[in-house]
């Protein structure tokens, strides 16, 4: 099923301008629209906070955020650039604003109901003055799935603020594969992006599939400092002044 979600009408819009924002996480939204190299506060905020997403049909216990990693019937909607994508709201009554009363809701902590819309594109906030639309790929990307790096237009730095937490994490879940050889650990920037993430270089004789699959979940329950995690495997960098050697067989 699909509804339109566009943006709000001028009349909606008016109306709606004066609550906005509400709550932290829509100061962080409202940031990354008038900045985008605050995209990444913006993703923290969201990754620590609830968030609500339609659903196509009433479900027992809604509510219960420990429902969220379950199969959920999430409603398509129409995004502003014409294409589908599942809403995301950054509070219940946002969803409602738009889409009533009637409307089922399911809100829960936002990195467990991301995960249940893995493969999808998300739109946040439609029909609300201030929104973001994120792809599938994207929406991996947030939420810590590594994708591989073949563009060498980035500029390496040492990952000197790497949470220990992820770097711990990173070690013991790479380690623990007899089939990586090593593993480096930088902080890279995009310059045509105008955007940071972590950079994991992995030597291994394993094939990229099942290294992203050990990868998976790494991220989750830690706090990336609002940027993704990209991996290269056995790309020819191996520059100890750039990078951070978590471990080398």
Not at 150 to 172: C, E, F, G, H, W
Request: charge should be negative; aromatic fraction near 6%; glycine fraction near 6%.
């Amino acid at each position: 099923m699909a509804m339109a979600a566009g943006a709000a009408s001028a009349d909606t819009t008016d109306q709606l301008r004066p609550s906005w924002p509400e709550n932290d996480l829509e100061r962080l939204l409202v940031a990354r629209a008038m900045d985008r190299a605050r995209s990444p506060d913006f993703i923290r905020g969201l990754l620590k906070s609830e968030i609500c997403a339609l659903a196509q049909k009433p479900l027992p216990d809604a509510t219960d955020a420990s429902r969220a990693d379950r199969k959920i019937a999430l409603l398509a909607v129409k995004a502003p650039d014409g294409l589908p994508a599942a809403p995301v709201f950054t509070s219940r009554h946002r969803g409602t604003d738009v889409f009533g009363e009637d409307q089922p809701i399911v809100c829960g902590k936002a990195d467990v109901l991301l995960n249940a819309l893995r493969g999808e594109r998300i739109v946040i906030d439609p029909g609300q003055p201030f929104g973001v639309i994120y792809t599938a790929e994207e929406l991996d990307h947030i939420l810590g799935v590594q994708m591989e790096i073949t563009n060498s237009d980035i500029v390496l730095q040492p990952p000197n603020d790497a949470p220990a937490a992820m770097v711990r994490k990173l070690t013991d879940v790479l380690k623990a594969e007899p089939g990586v050889t090593s593993a480096w650990l930088s902080l890279a920037y995009y310059p045509a992006k105008k955007e940071w993430s972590w950079f994991l270089n992995v030597g291994t004789t394993l094939d990229a599939d099942t290294v992203h699959l050990t990868l998976r979940d790494v991220a989750r329950g830690i706090d990336m400092l609002g940027r993704p995690l990209d991996i290269a495997i056995n790309a020819p960098i191996e520059m100890p002044e750039k990078g951070l050697m978590l471990f080398k067989r």
